[in-house]
């Protein structure tokens, strides 16, 4: 079974940054898809930024575009969001996620594992 566990979420101001960690389990990170999804009160779960097996592509909702970085170290087994230029649209529970079989990175059915969330929280 694979594990994640996010960290890095807390309250922020308007403008600044927060960098998100996703620590994973397993000895085949490097097989593993790695998504960001988000889900705000009353929201359902949307999809914030992908990134393939080796890295080379990644992928951005247009909220987000500009703003976050998603990476991955897979030396370290951690995927991470590195958050700029945060608005207040952006609070939200932020979730991680895997994926090892093919498929479209960027749809949230083709994840088979979730973290259990982090709280991110942009004041105005």
């Known amino acids: 079974q694979v594990q994640l566990v996010e960290s890095g979420g807390g309250l922020v101001q308007a403008g600044g940054s927060l960098r998100l960690s996703c620590a994973t389990s397993g000895r085949t990170f490097s097989s593993y898809a790695m998504g960001w999804f988000r889900q705000a009160p009353g929201k359902e779960r949307e999809f914030v930024a992908a990134i393939s097996r080796s890295g080379s592509i990644t992928s951005y909702a247009d909220s987000v575009k500009g703003r976050f970085t998603i990476s991955r170290d897979n030396a370290k087994n951690t995927v991470y969001l590195q958050m700029n230029s945060l608005k207040p649209e952006d609070t939200a529970v932020y979730y991680c996620?895997?994926?090892?079989?093919?498929?479209?990175?960027?749809?949230?059915?083709?994840?088979?594992?979730w973290g259990q969330g982090t709280q991110v929280t942009v004041s105005s």
């Open positions: 996620a895997a994926g090892v079989r093919s498929g479209t990175i960027t749809y949230i059915g083709y994840y088979n594992y």
